[in-house]
């Protein structure tokens, strides 16, 4: 009887559905054996977020191996390659380092709270995976709120970040908390104010709609992507700056700037505690990256006509590969920033141009997504953006060098 | 350095575009990663256990001794002359000269031997060596788990063909070796010479005796 169901439902079998194929085998089984309504939905829930939970850590893995052969390869070295066929074993060989060393706690620590940190830090952040959209046919839960969800649990990041710093009992991790809350704090709110433009465009808060909202293409060509818009290029440009920050990585990684402050919260932390951190720090970088490409390069949609035959999801991860290889090429390259220039850089020029993308978008929205809009948008960004410009070159340009002795 | 100068003004700092730099960086990081998968001369990482980088003739650590011919125990150049024990340093450098029942030196070492735990590589034993035996060798594995016996080189360890030394600086090996042949064949034209000498003074005195005979012949004739 199953398998006879199991056959005929040709949809079952398609790529674009293959993601959802273990929530709907589940769902099959507990239907024929005659579980109720609820425990049917429940039970579907389960294997849906178990999918993305293993495709999640298992892209951990791979991205704590491929992070280390792109920074070396970026130095001119080859980078791992002793375990197995070009290192591909590096993470395993990593997690089993990791789970044989010595759980270290500290004897001024707060016992309770020095355990509950790790393993909290990484729950908002598969929280947050479990409301995007992945492709046409795959969002593990989608709600009429995810964007609202998305960032009231990933505001969670910082409670636990605090937590490991407070409970270490020691200074360094408590200065690295404290850095780190100003930080998320801070960029916190250019990551709203320039997801509100897309919100305020699209009318709607449920990330599927917003990806739907992103359909079709301008000139025959071009996607139909926020980012493609005056207030979108702008607004997308803050997110991801601001994403960079939310996500600690290079060059805003100031919480766990291990030439000023060992490794910021997670000195006290040892063994497999620590690996929870960094796992919990790329399931965050994973997540950010996932709703940036939700609201701003249009989701799981195609980048060119004629490529819709592809499953969406290849679209969704292809795009992910692109930013996540971004985010590895601007750690290579850059240094890190001061505490004062990262914290004038988020209140004066994040703060403001995330801000004028609101007007921009409303504007874009009332006289009609077309030529008009552009030519009142694009001069309402640029002009304050090159005020902007001006004044931080005059102000933070560093002076002439002159020697005292070695000249004249 | 007039006073006035330290106050120099601040330069108006040029202008350029805004996040060019940034751009420039991000162009320079991704030259760097795009040309490390075809350029060789980028990747200079040698596969250390599998590969090895050629050591360059001007490499030196620990002291080795030099023999001649195949067998390093009648060809050994050394004449244990104590010469580097004296000068060397830290003094790792340990002598005993060979002798024979009699008690007459035999000129060659019976027990040589360099601690290397001790040796700082400052290559004075090979600088002072008047018998060309003692060289700085290019090995550098020599980690060992055995503290004491393990750092302690002997005559079995540090004895070492001319041709292991040819191999390890071309150089100062053929220079070595052409100055040793010379050397060689002028002793041997010293030698002959000295034989031929002998020889003609041999002949000469038998010729002398010949003819102080003939003449005393000639005494008893006349």
Not at chain 1, 228 to 235: A, D, E, K, R, Y
Not at chain 1, 340 to 350: G, I, N, P, V
């Amino acid at each position: 009887m199953m398998l006879a169901a199991i056959q005929t439902d040709e949809s079952l079998w398609s790529l674009e559905w293959l993601p959802r194929l273990p929530q709907r085998l589940v769902e099959m089984l507990l239907h024929k054996l005659g579980a109720s309504e609820w425990f049917v939905d429940f039970g579907g829930l389960l294997a849906a977020a178990v999918t993305v939970v293993a495709v999640f850590l298992g892209a951990f893995a791979l991205l704590s191996l491929i992070e280390r052969k792109t920074l070396a390869r970026v130095q001119n070295r080859i980078g791992p390659n002793r375990a197995g066929w070009f290192g591909i074993l590096q993470p395993v060989a990593d997690g089993i380092k990791m789970l044989t060393k010595e759980d270290i706690v500290p004897a001024r620590a707060e016992k309770l709270l020095h355990l509950l940190a790790p393993i909290l830090i990484g729950l908002p952040a598969i929280l947050a995976l479990g409301v995007i959209p992945y492709g046409r046919e795959w969002t593990p839960v989608s709600l009429d709120l995810g964007l609202l969800f998305f960032f009231s649990i990933g505001a969670l990041t910082e409670v636990s970040v605090f937590m490991a710093g407070w409970a270490s009992g020691s200074k360094f991790p408590m200065l690295g908390a404290m850095r780190a809350i100003s930080q998320m704090v801070s960029y916190e709110l250019p990551l709203l104010l320039s997801a509100l433009g897309v919100v305020m465009v699209t009318g709607s808060l449920s990330l599927p709609e917003i990806v739907a909202r992103q359909e079709g293409y301008h000139l025959g060509f071009l996607p139909a992507w926020n980012l493609l818009t005056p207030w979108g290029l702008v607004g997308g440009l803050v997110f991801f700056i601001a994403a960079l920050a939310e996500s600690n990585r290079s060059p805003f990684d100031l919480p766990e700037g291990e030439s000023e402050i060992v490794a910021g919260h997670m000195t006290e932390y040892s063994g497999f505690k620590y690996a929870l951190f960094f796992m919990g720090e790329y399931l965050g970088l994973f997540a950010i990256s996932g709703l940036g490409i939700t609201l701003f390069l249009g989701g799981w949609q195609a980048p060119l006509p004629g490529l819709e035959f592809v499953p969406s999801w290849i679209w969704f991860f292809g795009k992910l590969a692109l930013v996540i290889f971004l985010f590895l090429w601007i750690r290579a390259t850059f240094p890190r920033l001061r505490i004062d220039q990262l914290m004038r850089f988020a209140w004066l020029c994040l703060i403001p141009m995330a801000l004028l993308t609101l007007p921009a978008a409303a504007i874009w929205h009332f006289t009609g997504r077309g030529f008009l809009s552009w030519v009142v948008t694009v001069p309402l960004l640029m002009i304050p953006w090159g005020i902007l410009t001006v004044i931080f070159n005059k102000r933070l340009a560093p002076a002439t060098r002159t020697y005292r002795f070695a000249d004249s | 350095m007039n006073q006035d100068k330290m106050e120099t003004p601040a330069a108006p700092a040029r202008w350029t575009w805004p996040g060019l730099g940034l751009l420039q960086g991000l162009a320079v990081s991704g030259k760097n990663f795009v040309q490390s998968f075809y350029k060789k001369e980028r990747m200079t990482t040698v596969q250390y256990p599998e590969e090895r980088a050629p050591i360059s003739p001007n490499f030196r650590n620990f002291p080795f001794l030099c023999y001649d011919g195949d067998d390093p125990k009648a060809g050994l150049r050394c004449t244990a002359c104590t010469i580097c024990e004296k000068e060397c340093p830290p003094q790792c450098i340990y002598i005993v000269l060979d002798r024979d029942e009699n008690g007459k030196s035999l000129k060659r070492p019976k027990v040589f031997d360099i601690d290397i735990s001790v040796c700082m590589n400052c290559g004075i034993c090979a600088e002072v060596c008047p018998f060309d035996s003692i060289y700085m060798d290019g090995e550098y594995e020599l980690s060992t788990d055995d503290r004491f016996g393990g750092l302690m080189l002997g005559l079995d360890r540090l004895s070492k063909s001319a041709d292991y030394h040819m191999k390890l600086r071309p150089e100062q090996a053929t220079e070595v070796m052409e100055r040793r042949k010379a050397e060689e064949e002028k002793k041997a034209a010293a030698a002959a010479a000295k034989a031929a000498k002998a020889k003609a003074d041999q002949e000469a005195k038998e010729k002398a005796a010949a003819e102080a005979g003939a003449s005393g012949e000639k005494g008893d004739e006349a």
